[in-house]
């Protein structure tokens, strides 16, 4: 079993920066993508950001060119640098690890818990 410690999320006012992290429990022996999604109440989750170990990076429109993501494959860790925050963008943001966890296990997705990001105006 696998767990994921989310940090970096609070609040914040239009325009300004948060950086997000999240550190799984134990190191994986290999993982196929890193990412973050959000949700709000109320509402499904939706999709942020991925990296990919063998493909590109890629981020929904609404993020583009104001969010980045990047990560360590060998730590099993992954961040989401934030800036110019807009009051749509409160949610609250998940990570998520597609991978093995060993050799021997299948591949399967992970989640983090959570952590709030709440934008004002």
């Known amino acids: 079993q696998v767990e994921f410690v989310e940090s970096g999320g609070g609040l914040v006012q239009s325009g300004e920066s948060l950086r997000l992290s999240c550190e799984a429990s134990k190191q994986f022996f290999s993982i196929a993508t890193m990412a973050w999604y959000r949700q709000v109440p109320g509402k499904q989750r939706e999709f942020v950001a991925v990296?990919?170990?063998?493909?590109?990076?890629n981020y929904d429109e609404s993020v583009k060119g104001r969010f980045t993501i990047s990560g360590d494959y060998t730590a099993s860790t992954v961040a989401l640098q934030m800036n110019n925050l807009k009051p749509d963008d409160t949610a609250v943001y998940y990570c998520n690890v597609d991978g093995w966890i060993t050799d021997d296990a299948g591949r399967r997705t992970h989640w983090g818990k959570g952590t709030l990001v709440a934008v004002s105006s």
């Open positions: 990296m990919a170990s063998r493909g590109p990076t």
